[in-house]
């Protein structure tokens, strides 16, 4: 059983930063595609970042090119993501996912889902 459980969420002021943590168990992360989505309230589920398994190349959504970062540690079978110069618009709910499929841009080639982490940040 695959289980992914985020942390790190919570109230920071525009400006800040935070690191989101998601451990992985279950599986190797070594072997994984992993993503960093966000939903905020009455909005559809977004991509952030993702890092492939295969590779070190990672990708991001253009709204946090420059201001987020996505990061493994392959070791400790945890991912994160780096976020710096938070916005107000950055207020979601962060999921970190999982899978194999190559689609790593696309909610739907995931197939494990941690619980989420809010993050929210004042203005």
């Known amino acids: 059983q695959v289980q992914l459980v985020e942390s790190g969420g919570g109230l920071v002021q525009a400006g800040g930063s935070l690191r989101l943590s998601c451990a992985v168990s279950?599986?190797?992360?070594?072997?994984?595609?992993v993503g960093w989505f966000r939903q905020a309230p009455g909005k559809e589920r977004e991509f952030v970042a993702a890092?492939?398994?295969?590779?070190?190349?990672?990708y991001s959504a253009d709204s946090v090119k420059g201001q987020f970062t996505i990061s493994r540690d392959n070791a400790k079978n945890t991912v994160y993501l780096q976020m710096n110069s938070l916005k107000p618009e950055d207020t979601a709910v962060y999921y970190c996912?999982?899978?194999?499929?190559?689609?790593?841009?696309?909610?739907?080639?995931?197939?494990?889902w941690g619980q989420g982490t809010q993050v929210t940040v004042s203005s």
């Open positions: 279950g599986r190797t992360l070594s072997r994984c595609n």
């Open positions: 996912a999982a899978g194999w499929k190559p689609g790593l841009l696309v909610a739907e080639e995931y197939a494990y």
């Open positions: 890092s492939s398994w295969s590779g070190p190349n990672t």
